[in-house]
């Protein structure tokens, strides 16, 4: 079975295509022509796809939508629409919609568009979920995230706590644990990403115990902090992710931190080293355990 979908449509007709498509491609099709009843459908079912009409009576697409979300927030949506494509993007664009279908549309379109939305939902949630890659040392840990989510899920715009909390939990900020938070803050994962990634003190990366930042801003480059990168790398072994076997250290290099006074200037976790002789470097870790 390649999927479960449920389309959604007053119109009956609508439905009976949409399964003489797709069930023989290999999907799982059922269909109902009552938001309402489509709502307990999805409570009661783990649906991969919902592909619903956006003007329907009583329920419209837009609530139905949003309801799905709130069930389920990993729904995957197409919805399908008889307007204007780009009104319609416009006005749901928040809603989560991946894919939209234009009324009428040929067996063809529908085929390649719910093949291309499955596989696209499929690869973004084994991106998002977490892998041994992401495991993060211990469900205590994620049981402390939960902890966090619960406490602050009702403070609005506590998204910064919860990430900064997180991080000083588990280290970093992976994809798995972005997804985590937007889902108990019921804020979209996209959201959760660009705080990530417009902070720099945030990092998507397993960082060792001992995170090391290389300056390789203009006056500590000017002061061969390429030399310092490379003692660094050819005294202590580092994984692809810049962390040593024993998760003792890490490094990132980093574009200034502001004491180019003294360059060349590294950090190891929060102490600054002005004027750093790349061959005093192993002196300097020493004092880290
Ligand atoms: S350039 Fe290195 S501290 Fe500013």
Do not use: W
């Not at 006005?91 to 989560?96: A, F, H, I, V």
């Not at 950090?267 to 004092?287: A, F, M, Q, R």
């Amino acid at each position: 079975m390649k999927g479960k979908i449920l389309v959604v449509d007053d119109d009956n007709i609508i439905i009976r295509s949409c399964k003489g498509v797709l069930e023989p491609m290999g999907y799982d099709v059922s269909g109902t022509i009552n938001p309402r009843e489509a709502l307990e459908l999805i409570r009661d079912n783990d649906y991969d796809l919902l592909i619903t009409d956006m003007i329907m009576p009583g329920i419209d697409g837009f609530e139905l939508i949003k309801r799905t979300k709130e069930l389920k927030p990993d729904t995957t949506v197409i919805a399908m629409t008889g307007y204007s494509i780009k009104e319609t993007i416009k006005d749901t664009l928040e809603y989560g919609i991946m894919d939209y279908l234009q009324k009428p549309f040929s067996p063809n379109i529908l085929a390649d568009t719910v093949d291309r939305v499955t596989n696209l939902a499929r690869k973004l949630k084994s991106q998002l979920a977490i892998t041994e890659e992401d495991d993060v040392d211990g469900t205590h840990k994620i049981e402390a995230v939960n902890a966090l989510i619960k406490q602050y899920k009702t403070v609005p715009g506590s998204l910064i706590t919860v990430l900064s909390k997180t991080q000083e939990i588990i280290g970093y900020l992976p994809p798995a644990i972005q997804r985590l938070i937007a889902k108990g803050l019921r804020i979209p994962v996209s959201e959760v990403h660009s705080v990530v990634s417009f902070y720099p003190c945030y990092t998507m990366k397993v960082r060792g115990r001992h995170n090391i930042r290389v300056c390789i801003g203009a006056a500590c480059y000017a002061k061969k902090a390429d030399s310092i990168v490379q003692k660094l790398c050819n005294h202590l072994h580092f994984d692809e992710d810049n962390v040593t076997d024993d998760k003792k250290f890490s490094y990132e290099l980093v574009r200034c931190l502001g004491a180019c006074a003294s360059a060349p200037v590294i950090e190891v976790d929060h102490d600054t080293h002005g004027t750093v002789d790349p061959d005093k470097i192993t002196e300097i870790l020493k004092d880290y355990n």
